[in-house]
């Protein structure tokens, strides 16, 4: 049996080690954090995946996959650890260093080292590689080296694992053939080989894409309102063309990806990524056009609360990293506005009333909700309104089903939509 050891055991590496696990292989899972091996070795995992529970288990009790706080000797070395973002917008590759670092002691003649972290273009090559050659073995002839980045979708980790297609870059074409023969032993979707640093860069072309994108349709949603019309029914009616998909506008763009990955493209020469630059400034400005939104709203009430529903950076997950909704939350804060939270998936007192509804509504004057949880289309409206304050309900995800929410007496905003009341 192969064995395989896996760095990181987060929202990547632990599903990916696990799917190992379960492929016939022995895993090793390996993460620095002693409680994260704990909470594994417990069934107590630290991330939150549909269906993903069940399989760590099914893969601790087959004994395939192991976790521990150490590396140990594999065919296959993964690492899967953040890539996070420096004060001066840079990636940090502190982790990806010493993740390197921590195996160069246990490389053999045969084995292969693959890199799943977002990294800028050069990386493995000009980062990576050089690290492992402190092992003695030529890197490329006796050790081999790949990136194959991660693109799977938080909330469809699972599925998007086995069935997406996968880059593979090589330092050199038997690096890739190499890595190759890992990933097709539970990949569904097409295997393309390329070089090392084509796959960094096609990875972060990938999310780069989708926040231009997301600029773009939060622009037209601010154009849209000062021409009072919907830009909702524009983006509808325009993806009606066969060659136009106009993404979706919102409070902002969250998470460790989109809002990341796009930095590390110009991190290098900024004056070369003028357009990505400003797609990053679009994007970010957003939670304070909320903020605008909602003081629209209130004008006129004293002392107002703002109900903020899904504090979590988009839908039907738990990450709060980098969501819009703790912007918006800070921003009124600054405005000496109260803010109470409401969301049913995160967790615990961290970010306010937490998951306690009624707390969350009790007195308040307008329900913002900032991440279209698929449990906001099934609220008991009359009863939340019941509890409120004043009735307002701002909409920045277009996923509430406003005719029952004017039924309970609400006066329902849509983010986007210049109208007015909607
Ligand atoms: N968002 C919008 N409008 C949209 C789509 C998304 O405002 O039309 C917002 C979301 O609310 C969220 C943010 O953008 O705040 C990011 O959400 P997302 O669903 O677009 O992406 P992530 O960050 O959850 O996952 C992305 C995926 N990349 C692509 O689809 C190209 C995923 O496949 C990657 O594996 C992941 O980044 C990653 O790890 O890089």
């Known amino acids: ?122 990386t493995t090559k000009d980062i990576v590689m050089p690290i492992l050659g402190r092992s003695g073995f030529k890197i490329g002839e006796e050790v081999f080296l790949a990136h194959s980045p991660e693109r799977v979708l938080p909330g469809a980790i699972l599925k998007e694992l086995i069935e997406n297609d996968r880059v ?33 860069m096609t990875k972060l072309a990938e999310n780069t894409f989708r926040d231009v994108n997301i600029a773009l349709a939060n622009e037209l949603a601010i154009i849209c309102s000062d021409l009072e019309i919907n830009v909702w029914d524009v983006i509808n009616l325009a993806n009606k063309h066969p060659r136009v998909n106009l993404h979706r506008p919102g409070p902002g763009v969250g998470g460790h990806c989109l809002a990341v990955d796009p930095y590390f493209i110009i991190q290098k020469d900024s004056m070369k990524g003028k357009l990505i630059t400003v797609a990053r400034e679009v994007n970010e400005g957003m939670p304070s056009i909320v903020v605008e939104e909602l003081k629209k709203i209130l004008q006129g009430i004293e002392r107002p609360i703002v109900s903020i529903f899904g504090i979590s950076y988009k839908g039907d997950v738990d990450d709060t990293r980098g969501s819009p909704g703790l912007a918006v939350k800070r921003l009124l804060e600054d405005e000496g506005i109260e803010v109470r939270v409401y969301d049913p998936i995160v967790k615990g007192p961290a970010h306010g009333s937490g998951d306690l509804l009624e707390a969350a509504v009790r007195g308040a004057d307008c329900i913002a909700i900032l991440a279209d949880h698929s449990e906001f289309r099934h609220l008991d409206v009359k009863s939340i309104g019941r509890r409120m304050k004043t009735r307002n309900v701002l909409d920045t995800k277009n996923c509430l089903e406003r005719k029952a929410w004017r039924k309970a007496g609400f006066k329902v905003y849509l983010l986007g939509d210049g109208r007015g009341l909607s």
């Open 1 to 122: 049996m192969q064995k395989v050891c896996v760095i990181g055991l987060g929202y990547i590496g632990l599903p990916l080690a696990t799917i190992l696990a379960n492929h016939g292989f022995k895993v090793l899972g390996m993460d620095v954090n002693a409680d994260v091996v704990e909470m594994v070795n417990n069934g107590r995992l630290n991330v939150k995946e549909p269906g993903l529970q069940t399989l760590v288990q099914a893969a601790i009790n087959s004994r395939n996959l192991k976790v521990a706080t150490k590396p140990a000797k594999a065919d296959f070395f993964i690492i899967a650890v953040q890539t996070p973002l420096t004060k001066e917008k840079s990636a940090d590759l502190s982790y990806i260093k010493k993740a390197v670092e921590s195996i160069v002691p246990l490389l053999e003649r045969g084995k292969t080292v693959i890199l799943e972290s977002t990294v800028p273009p050069g």
């Open 168 to 200: 593979i870059g090589g330092i050199n074409g038997e690096s890739a053939l190499k890595a190759k023969l890992l990933y097709e032993s539970f990949v569904q979707g097409e295997i393309y080989l390329t070089d090392a640093t084509t796959a960094e």
